[in-house]
Every structure is written in structure tokens, then in C-alpha cells.
């Protein structure tokens, strides 16, 4: 604890902790961070300015945080708003693969991976931008990534394939809440699946079936639909929504070109016939929206180059 009757300078400079050194910040209980010198001679002005600093206990107690631990926010706010001090990596621990992260409908983040009992794991944010929950099993044994997609309402739903190779899903029982049980789909699927969300907030699941074509099953109001097909004989599906709400599937084809499928009016099981965008590559595409609502598509092409691929008008490529 610092006390409240110490000259303004040296309270401040002992709350902050911090000794200057040419042009770094050397900050107690953390490690050292760089600062370019002209943002280390303004900290060290202010820290002169003893009359703009209240060298109450509990400020100053605010600007050192717990025990030796500073707060790098009271540092940033000393050193002005236009240089941002990064945290430090920090271990959440386990021992995970195949890592998804989503936000709850709170707000609060939640991290979903699969364990080396090749069940499914989560921890999440105990409060939103807050601390972390300890590592918890939500069981099942999976044979894909998990895929998630957030239902209507905002309750989170995980997909998987499981060990009979049929698609398995749970869903948290109410908006941030806890978890039902394990459930199947049904079909027969050969590697991960892709979720979609139509514009009625209702979820898509696409596949590679063992036939190879691109089948799914969509959400409706008291449960899901039966499978169809949409053909084709693909790779690597991944699912993006148009700027209208249509779905749209890009897929690998055996040849490693570009094909994708898509829906002719939002919500709707009507689908266009596949066409083919061309191009070469050996790992599944990436399909990002532009602000402006039309679809880019990348990939790692043959000679190892990034190549894209774009709308030029909402729908035309």
C-alpha cells in the first residue's frame, strides 16, 4: 500500500511502478514493455505534474492494481490514447485441438475444442471481456471439428461427426446457458460439416456424404428436416450467407477447381445448379462479405500464391 502523504512525483511514480530507461517502460510484476521514447519522456512529464494526479490511497491504489500487478489501462491513459499497451500471452490450459471460439449471446466468449479423450471441452468468459471459467467436458467422441452455429433465440448448437459417422449435435438449453445431451442427426457423413444460418435465424447443416454429393438438414420450428441433396461431388464445403440472407456453398471438386451452389430466394429449399468458378488449388476455400455485401472467395493456390475471386455485383462473379 502506497501512502497518501507521499510527495505527488514519487507517489506516482511509485504507484505506477515503473523506472525509465532509455526508451522503455519497465513495469512491476509484469514484463518489460517497449515504448518508443517520445511516449516514455510524456509519461515521464506526467508523472511530474503531481497537481493533475490525485495522490489519494485509493487512486493510487487504482493505479497499481493488486499487489505489484499494474493496471497497463492507468499506464495507457498516462501515455495518452494513441499508443496501446498489448497484454501478455496468458495459458487457459488443457490440452486441446480443432479450437472454435464464438460469443454467446451476452456478449461473453466461449471456447469449444476437442480433448486427447476426443470429447468435446468448453470454457468460457465468466462475464463479458472478464475472466475465464475452468476447462469442462461436454463428453460425446468426435471424428470431425466442431462446427457452431448460434439458433434463433441465441441458444449456441455444436455439430459434430461421431464415431458411427452420422452427424451429432447439442445445443445449450437456454440462451448462455447449460447444455442438453447428445443427439443424432442421422446421415452418413464423411469428414466436417459447415452450419449456415438462414435469414430467419434458422440453422443449415451441409455435408459430404459418402456418396460424395453436398447433402443438408435444416432447422425447422419444433425440431429439423429431413436430409436432401444438392448433388455434386465434393470437398471442403463452407457456407457463407449473400448480402440478401441467400446461402451460398463453395466446394472443393476432385480436379481442385472452385464450384459453388446457391439459394434462389432467402429461407427457401430451392437451390441453383452448380457452377464452376475455375481456378486450382489443395486446401478448403475461405468466402468473406465485403462491406459493401459482395462475396470474396480465397484460396491457396498451386504455386503456393494467395488467390481471390470475387461479386462483382451482388450474386455475379
Not at 138 to 153: A, E, M, N, Y
Not at 169 to 198: K, M
Request: aromatic share 8%; glycine share 12%.
Amino acid at each position: 500500500m502506497l501512502e497518501s502523504g507521499m510527495d505527488g512525483v514519487a507517489a506516482t511514480r511509485a504507484a505506477l511502478g515503473l523506472a525509465m530507461a532509455g526508451s522503455f517502460l519497465l513495469v512491476a510484476g509484469t514484463s518489460a514493455c517497449a515504448l518508443p521514447a517520445d511516449d516514455a519522456a510524456r509519461i515521464e512529464a506526467l508523472a511530474g505534474l503531481s497537481e493533475d494526479i490525485d495522490t489519494d490511497t485509493a487512486a493510487l491504489d487504482l493505479l497499481s492494481g493488486q499487489d505489484t500487478a499494474v493496471d497497463q489501462s492507468a499506464i495507457v491513459a498516462l501515455a495518452g490514447d494513441e499508443y496501446g499497451v498489448e497484454s501478455a500471452w496468458a495459458s487457459l490450459g488443457g490440452i486441446v485441438s480443432n479450437l472454435v471460439v464464438v460469443r454467446n449471446k451476452d456478449g461473453r466468449l466461449e471456447a469449444f475444442a476437442q480433448g486427447t479423450d476426443n470429447a468435446l471441452w468448453h470454457i468460457w468468459q465468466t462475464t463479458p471481456n472478464g475472466g475465464w471459467s475452468n476447462w469442462e467436458s461436454l463428453g460425446g467422441v468426435l471424428t470431425s471439428d466442431p462446427v457452431i452455429g448460434q439458433s434463433p433465440g441465441g441458444r449456441l448448437e455444436v455439430f459434430v461427426r461421431g464415431t458411427d459417422g452420422a452427424l451429432w449435435h447439442e445445443s445449450q438449453t437456454a440462451p448462455n446457458g447449460g447444455w442438453s445431451d447428445w443427439a443424432s442427426l442421422g446421415g452418413g457423413i464423411v469428414d466436417n460439416p459447415a452450419v449456415g444460418r438462414n435469414r430467419d435465424g434458422q440453422l443449415v447443416v451441409f455435408v459430404r456424404a459418402t456418396d460424395q454429393a453436398l447433402w443438408y438438414i435444416g432447422q425447422k420450428s419444433n425440431g429439423w428436416n429431413d436430409w436432401v441433396s444438392l448433388g455434386g461431388s465434393v470437398q471442403d464445403p463452407t457456407v457463407i450467407n449473400n448480402a440478401d440472407g441467400r446461402l451460398e456453398v463453395f466446394v472443393r471438386r476432385s480436379n481442385n477447381t472452385l464450384w459453388h451452389i446457391w439459394q434462389k430466394q432467402p429461407n427457401q429449399n430451392d437451390w441453383s445448379s452448380w457452377a464452376s468458378l475455375g481456378g486450382a488449388f489443395s486446401q478448403p476455400p475461405v468466402v468473406a462479405r465485403n462491406k459493401d455485401g459482395r462475396l470474396e472467395a480465397f484460396v491457396r493456390g498451386t504455386d503456393d500464391a494467395l488467390w481471390h475471386i470475387w461479386q462483382s455485383a451482388a450474386g455475379s462473379w
